[in-house]
């Protein structure tokens, strides 16, 4: 079975400035998806960023970026710019190509706090 | 938008009673689930199901069921709850094929006494 796992339960940054959420996964398969969930206090999970294994290009999203080394199974988050909108916890996940009824394996979770 | 409703934001129960919670998705996606949320252990997928009357149990299926009878509503049924089923309790949907995002409800913070 895959895991993930988020080292920091807590981060925290200064607004402007940059910060990265680390996120490791442990899995056997070549050909998977990983994606990055922001959930702000009391509001709806959303979507942030997705990457697809097999290709080397980091992905992109505005002031959202990640890095995605595949040898040692690692997908960070890069917030550039960070805004006070930012505050929220953040979730790593992973879901198997093979897995026929797309379910997510999520990590523990990074609450991210902004300082103005 | 999609939009994925959930009936309650906040429910308390007493142990032993029969919960329901309902999680509606007006975009048609073939895919529903849910999760439960704890601290520290992120999100646990309880029940998925990919189609009407279809249903998988996911890691943490124990102490739950679920029913599907139309596309767009499914339900999960705590028939006896216990204190430790006190949780965030999430709905998400989704399109098929691994690379579709899932979207969410707002969740059901449930309270068992």
């Known amino acids: 079975a895959q895991t993930v796992t988020q080292s920091q339960p807590e981060m925290s940054v200064q607004e402007a400035e940059t910060v990265t959420l680390s996120c490791t996964y442990d899995t056997s398969e070549s050909d998977y998806y990983l994606f990055w969930y922001k959930q702000p206090p009391s509001r709806q999970m959303i979507l942030v960023i997705r990457q697809e294994a097999y290709k080397q290009q980091n992905a992109t999203e505005n002031r959202f970026s990640v890095n995605f080394q595949k040898a040692a199974k690692s997908f960070s988050l890069k917030i550039s710019d960070s805004q006070l909108g930012d505050a929220a916890m953040y979730f790593c996940?992973?879901?198997?190509?093979?897995?026929?009824?797309?379910?997510?394996?999520f990590g523990g979770g990074t609450r991210l706090m902004v300082k103005p | 938008d999609v939009k994925v409703t959930q009936s309650s934001r906040y429910l308390v129960k007493r142990t032993g009673e029969k919960v329901f919670l309902e999680c509606v998705q007006d975009m048609d996606h073939e895919n529903m689930f849910w999760y439960r949320q704890d601290p520290g252990l992120g999100l646990r997928l309880i029940y998925f199901?990919?189609?009407?009357?279809?249903?998988e149990k996911g890691d943490i299926p124990e102490g739950y069921s679920v029913s599907r009878e139309k596309k767009e509503r499914f339900s999960l049924i705590l028939e006896s709850a216990s204190t430790n089923q006190t949780s965030m309790y999430l709905c998400?949907?989704?399109?098929?094929?691994?690379?579709?995002?899932?979207?969410f409800g707002p969740g059901t913070r449930l309270t068992v006494l």
């Open positions: 998400a949907s989704s399109m098929g094929g691994p690379y579709n995002e899932q979207f």
């Open positions: 996940a992973y879901r198997s190509a093979l897995n026929a009824g797309n379910m997510l394996t």
């Open positions: 199901s990919y189609d009407v009357k279809m249903k």
